[in-house]
């Protein structure tokens, strides 16, 4: 299918977002056990978990813009490799914490490292793949880097939560190695000298109306997915509660079944526009199955546990355009541009995590919990299909050209 030139950097943009996946869901699948041993209980769970998760998501917005602009200034491999050695430093650290305070900063710092590895490999791989194979490279990608998350979940099962996190740090180490023979995207090559062309000025996605809309309408359009994983999946223990779901949720277990719903998810939605030649008409169909899933959460209450788990699972399926999310903000945008955007956007949408459960707090102080979480969910996707509805068809955009 690939030329044999290609593999060595599709190999290790799957593998470096397998890891990324992994770092990144782990927090959600130990933060009961991790917190409850630094002394945590009852209402602090959820509160200091959602301050760390949000400390996480804060990092990767400094992170998404950091790498953005280093992968356009000094190439998509560079990013490839500092980001990967920043969140595995920042992980095995993370496995010696004894507070809650130094467990926030190492997640802010593993935050920033997370950010650069999906945009990054993503844009490698879109450059330097041709524009009809574009969607199986991407694909390949997130189907391999969801199985992270699975990984994360049966590792927690066995381990300690600190070993846990030694782990991962210690897989991202060993993919450093993998880097050696990966050669850089010839798009960049071609424009690396040029001082007359603007090479990751993130401040230029703001220079035209245009162009921030086309920004702002990629992030809206990719919120629908931590709304599901960063509220719905993490805080299923807490939600399990008030739907009268019978009998014990893990979140452990939770994100696992919802990530390996990501993986079927991410295969069909790269299939799915590949049959199409479409990435919109994709996207549009699991939209509309996140709306569908995830008004079902709220709605089937006195669920058994194997149904909850089953619910999590096609919810992940319905969430699983985010490959999809990223190649279409990758192809928005000129080579001079292309791996800002592709990097800060999905960390803009991870981000949104902290808007929402910020919103989400809010209201579940005035109302009930049922009612915040279905407010919040109905906002995200008015704003996603909004989002939607203001991006371009891009499967046949040829990528060689520039942002002036």
């Known amino acids: 299918m690939f030329d044999r030139k290609i593999w060595p950097a599709l190999i290790l943009a799957s593998l470096?977002?397998?890891?990324?996946?992994?770092?990144?869901?782990?927090?959600?699948?130990?933060?009961?056990?991790s917190l409850k041993e630094l002394g945590l209980s009852g209402?602090?769970?959820?509160?200091?978990?959602?301050?760390?998760?949000?400390?996480?998501?804060?990092?990767?917005?400094?992170?998404?813009?950091?790498?953005?602009?280093?992968?356009?200034?000094?190439?998509?491999?560079?990013?490839?490799?500092?980001?990967?050695?920043?969140?595995?430093?920042?992980?095995?650290?993370?496995?010696?914490?004894?507070?809650?305070?130094?467990?926030?900063?190492?997640?802010?710092?593993?935050?920033?490292?997370?950010?650069?590895?999906?945009?990054?490999g993503i844009t490698l791989v879109s450059e330097i793949l041709p524009k009809e194979k574009r969607g199986y490279g991407t694909t390949i990608i997130a189907s391999v880097g969801m199985g992270g998350a699975l990984l994360a979940w049966v590792i927690a099962e066995h381990y300690s939560w600190r070993n846990?996190?030694?782990?991962?740090?210690?897989?991202?180490?060993?993919?450093?190695?993998?880097?050696?023979?990966?050669?850089?995207?010839?798009?960049?090559?071609?424009?690396?000298?040029?001082?007359?062309?603007?090479?990751?000025?993130?401040?230029?996605?703001?220079?035209?109306?245009?162009?921030?809309?086309?920004?702002?309408?990629?992030?809206?359009?990719?919120?629908?997915?931590w709304y599901v994983i960063g509220l719905l999946i993490t805080l299923s223990p807490e939600f399990a509660k008030v739907l009268d779901v019978q009998g014990e949720v893990q979140a452990g277990k939770?994100?696992?079944?919802?990530?390996?719903?990501?993986?079927?998810?991410?295969?069909?939605?790269?299939?799915?526009?590949?049959?199409?030649?479409?990435?919109?008409?994709?996207?549009?169909?699991?939209?509309?199955?996140?709306?569908?899933?995830?008004?079902?959460?709220?709605?089937?209450?006195?669920?058994?546990?194997?149904?909850?788990?089953?619910?999590?699972?096609?919810?992940?399926?319905s969430v699983g355009y985010w490959a999809m999310f990223v190649t279409i903000a990758a192809e928005q945008f000129g080579t001079n541009l292309r791996a800002t955007v592709a990097t800060s956007?999905?960390?803009f949408v991870r981000g949104s995590v902290v808007l929402i459960s910020a919103l989400f707090t809010f209201l579940k102080d005035h109302f009930s919990m049922w009612a915040s979480g279905l407010s919040v969910g109905v906002l995200v996707m008015l704003i996603a299909f909004w989002g939607y509805w203001n991006i371009q068809e891009t499967f046949h955009q040829n990528l060689d050209f520039l942002e002036e």
């Open 345 to 347: 956007t999905p960390n």
């Open 43 to 120: 209402e602090a769970l959820m509160n200091d978990g959602l301050l760390l998760l949000n400390l996480q998501m804060a990092g990767m917005l400094v992170g998404g813009i950091f790498f953005g602009v280093l992968g356009d200034r000094k190439g998509r491999l560079s990013v490839l490799f500092f980001s990967i050695l920043l969140y595995s430093t920042a992980n095995i650290l993370n496995g010696f914490v004894n507070s809650v305070e130094a467990y926030a900063v190492l997640r802010f710092i593993a935050g920033i490292g997370l950010a650069g590895e999906l945009g990054a």
């Open 254 to 317: 939770a994100v696992f079944y919802s990530y390996a719903g990501l993986i079927f998810g991410d295969l069909a939605s790269g299939l799915i526009s590949q049959y199409f030649q479409s990435r919109k008409k994709s996207v549009l169909l699991f939209l509309v199955l996140t709306l569908v899933t995830s008004t079902l959460y709220f709605f089937l209450t006195g669920l058994t546990l194997n149904q909850f788990y089953t619910l999590c699972f096609c919810m992940g399926i």
């Open 164 to 225: 846990a996190y030694f782990i991962g740090g210690g897989m991202g180490l060993a993919l450093l190695f993998l880097r050696i023979g990966v050669l850089e995207s010839t798009l960049f090559d071609k424009i690396k000298t040029h001082s007359s062309v603007a090479k990751g000025n993130f401040f230029q996605i703001f220079a035209t109306k245009k162009r921030l809309t086309k920004f702002l309408a990629c992030i809206a359009m990719g919120a629908p997915l």
């Open 16 to 33: 470096g977002y397998f890891v990324d996946i992994y770092d990144l869901i782990l927090f959600s699948i130990v933060r009961v056990p």
